[in-house]
């Protein structure tokens, strides 16, 4: 998988084939939608008679080889944007497509964070902030992924702007769950993210969750790799 399409089903439904027209009718809409971009920043907006979300949101896909010694740069090549959107349709227009977490190989990653938010550390909306981890056994990670993230989009969480996004890695051995937030050092907050986590996931009492601050991440790297600012991951 080395692109943003790699994490999507292929689909024989010919759905994806409607209302293109013609190639030259096709080149003349390219046209003028890059026209009209050029002039502003292009942001996901409800269709009509869609349901609006309260935030926009975007997903990205990322796949890397285990052991190879990585760094901002090579981080930011290799995560791909999959899509934005902005209403409860056009989440399910890219949902129903994508390849379930469970069904992934290999270190793959899937992001959703809020649009203009990437999922990196050093992000100005994520640097003072941190995030929940979940280490899940085998199995688990599609519904567990699902029910984190339709919590986030329905808002769920009740802090506010203070969710950023949330992340699910998936591992040779184990997968991870996390979900992050702008503001580290606001106990209460991080508290009931911690909180309804563990509703809307329905955890075991026994759950081990652990807060880590992306300050402590970034550290943690740089001691263990010997790199400087080598950005986010899971």
């Not at 999507?8 to 003028?32: I, N, W």
């Not at 949330?166 to 907050?189: G, H, L, P, Y």
């Not at 992306?214 to 986010?232: E, Q, R, Y």
């Amino acid at each position: 998988m080395n692109n943003k399409f790699d994490a999507l089903k292929d689909d024989d439904s010919g759905d994806h084939d409607q209302d293109q027209g013609s190639p030259k009718d096709s080149e003349k809409e390219k046209t003028e939608d890059e026209e009209q971009n050029s002039s502003r920043k292009k942001m996901s907006v409800p269709g009509a008679g869609e349901h609006p979300l309260q935030y926009n949101y975007t997903f990205w896909y990322s796949r890397r080889t285990p052991g190879r010694p990585a760094s901002t740069q090579s981080y930011e090549q290799n995560i791909k944007q999959i899509g934005s959107f902005a209403s409860v349709e056009q989440f399910w227009r890219f949902y129903s497509h994508m390849i379930r977490p469970g069904d992934l190989t290999g270190h793959s990653d899937f992001h959703l964070f809020k649009e203009g938010i990437k999922p990196m550390w050093e992000d100005d909306a994520n640097k003072m902030g941190g995030k929940w981890i979940i280490r899940l056994r085998k199995g688990l990670a599609s519904r567990c992924w699902e029910n984190l993230i339709l919590a986030m989009l329905g808002e769920q969480f009740m802090v506010g702007e203070e969710i950023c996004g949330a992340v699910v890695s998936v591992r040779f051995q184990e997968d991870i769950i996390s979900i992050w937030n702008k503001t580290a050092s606001d106990q209460a907050t991080t508290a009931r993210i911690r909180d309804t986590l563990r509703r809307v996931l329905n955890l075991p009492p026994n759950t081990i969750m652990e807060y880590k601050t992306h300050t402590d991440s970034i550290k943690a790297w740089v001691d263990f790799h010997g790199l400087v600012n080598p950005s986010g991951g899971c």
